[in-house]
């Protein structure tokens, strides 16, 4: 039997999708990417079974999930160790690069297959001596050359993020901003309010911005004088879509703090045209179509001209979520190319 072992994260807590105990239901409104390869890799029979490893403080019940009459687990243990007593994997992804990852993988190597390590922000490698054989990153410039590394390809969940095509959206607004401000070190909400404020062309536009604490973006529009800004607060996923479809453009920020934003790829399968910061980590694979890159010194021309592409960038966008972009294409390349370790 070959199995797959996923390592999520080291939260405690349970998700919002751990309340689903339907495939169907869980595959129709789980957001998460991380989750939802596993589930294609078994039913395109690459695997046998697929354990998600979670960690909790109180004993849990199993999730399993059937998916073309092979096992998809979600266990929780009190300890990452406990896993030491279950039948070793062909193959591991340990995603997020916490401590208790480094710390399993050091005192027992040989356990979990080929090791498969996915860091994020400042864990881009690992910062305990974890013992991994390959490293993937979600930007070409995080490649070292003392180590194995292969780059990761993402998307967004299709069933949540797309455009229907049965509905017609207006156009209400000329930017969707969708970003934490409990992560304004790393998203670049400072720097891109700092340079509406010097702009006329970008004080005329309509943006709105999705996320939490809209007070504090609030403050920073009125320490620069900005007023063309709508926050909405945090909205969940299937809300931001449609925000999205209603939006010319969809906009990231983050700076070289941040890892891989999942709002890149949100972005681009709901059929939006991205602007995208050059500082924001992201593979050269996804500025290919519908994209527009700006720098911090020329971001205001290339916005501009982004508007004037409009239309040729939102028919790229479509064109690329159907093809390149896709949750089928996107789980195949990567693992043709682990399949190659």
Not at 108 to 119: A, E, I, M, N, S
Not at 236 to 258: E, I, T
Not at 267 to 272: H, R
């Amino acid at each position: 039997m070959k199995t797959f072992w996923l390592f999520r994260s080291n939260i405690r807590n349970l998700e919002y999708y751990h309340q689903y105990t339907d495939l169907d239901e869980f595959e129709k409104n789980c957001h998460d990417f991380y989750m939802l390869l596993p589930i294609w890799l078994l039913r395109n029979n690459y695997f046998d079974e697929v354990i998600v490893w979670r960690l909790s403080k109180q004993p849990k019940k199993d999730i399993e999930f059937i998916v073309n009459g092979k096992s998809y687990i979600q266990r929780w243990v009190r300890n990452l160790k406990e896993t030491f007593n279950s039948p070793s994997p062909e193959m591991s992804l340990f995603r997020g690069g916490f401590k208790e990852y480094d710390d399993v993988t050091r005192v027992y190597p040989t356990k979990f297959g080929v090791k498969l390590y996915l860091g994020t922000g400042r864990r881009i490698y690992p910062q305990w001596d974890g013992n991994y054989n390959v490293y993937l990153q979600e930007d070409k410039k995080d490649f070292s050359p003392n180590r194995t590394c292969l780059p990761f390809y993402k998307t967004a969940s299709p069933h949540i993020f797309n455009f229907p095509t049965q509905t017609i959206f207006n156009i209400e607004w000329d930017l969707c901003w969708p970003c934490n401000f409990t992560q304004i070190v790393q998203k670049g909400q400072e720097f891109f309010i700092r340079t509406i404020s010097r702009s006329d062309f970008l004080k005329s536009l309509m943006i709105v911005h999705c996320g939490n604490k809209p007070t504090l973006g609030k403050r920073l529009c009125k320490k620069y004088g900005v007023k063309n800004i709508e926050f909405l607060g945090s909205i969940d996923r299937k809300d931001l879509n449609n925000v999205l479809n209603r939006s010319m453009f969809g906009v990231c920020m983050s700076n070289r703090a941040d890892g891989c934003p999942r709002i890149a790829t949100e972005i681009l399968m709901s059929k939006t045209p991205l602007i995208v910061r050059d500082k924001t980590r992201l593979l050269p694979y996804y500025k290919q179509k519908g994209v527009v890159e700006v720098s911090d010194q020329n971001i205001v021309g290339k916005m501009k001209q982004a508007f004037r592409a409009y239309t040729k960038l939102k028919s790229e966008v479509s064109i690329a979520v159907n093809n390149e972009l896709s949750f089928e294409n996107i789980c195949q390349k990567n693992i043709q190319l682990w399949e190659k370790i």
